[in-house]
């Protein structure tokens, strides 16, 4: 029994620890990736070198235009609901095959968030789910090198609100559906794509609908991935390597 207890204890404090380094980690993010959270690197590894000049070109204009499209959330009450709107009409326009597949069906949900389902080929296969929001945080000129809604380019990087958190996610996903439709992809495993409008005042309208919908129609997933943090490289102080968090 001791032995059994002492187990447990140990346990216990392992997750004890886990979850302190946890805690540890996301106050050294927010107080030294504050300045990091305003701009995305252009990358120029691997995954980039498959696509042609023109399309890498094509996914660095759609980040762009999604930044442009102020689509901030200033409190419970109040969205720029014009410009949710307006983010919902340029991803039907930047993403024509994702669109139109028959192997894809899209639905708004809770007003301006939106559903999709990829049918798969095989039905005996578990769904998964992708997610991200296109919600941003206000942001005012202050403290910026180019404006926050700009989406401009400046020494290699794209400034701008949502660059990281989540237009970039939200882009991404959209991006590689639509490369991949081009080259002829069709999933064995069905998948679900999902993007909400309010994430930053608790997605209450958004994800919420969105969970009703699939409980609506008895959807279990297998796994489901959210939005996470960039690759920090000399942000996070003691840490020599750059980090995907
Ligand atoms: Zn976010």
Redesign the pocket.
Known sequence: MKARWRNSLGALLAVVALGVTVLVAVLLIRTYTLAEFKRVRLGKGAPAAELSQGEREQLIEALKGAIRIPTVSFSETEQNTTALAEFGQYIRKVFPLVFSSSLIQHEVVGGYSHLFTVRGSDSNLQPYMLL??FD?VPATPEGWEVPPFSGEELNGYIYGRGTI??KNCVIGILQALEFLLKRGYKPRRSFYIGFGHD??ISGSYGAMKIVETLQSRGIKLLFLVD?GLAVLDGVIQGTRRPIAL
């Open positions: 991200a929001h941003v958190d989540d994430e930053e939005e």
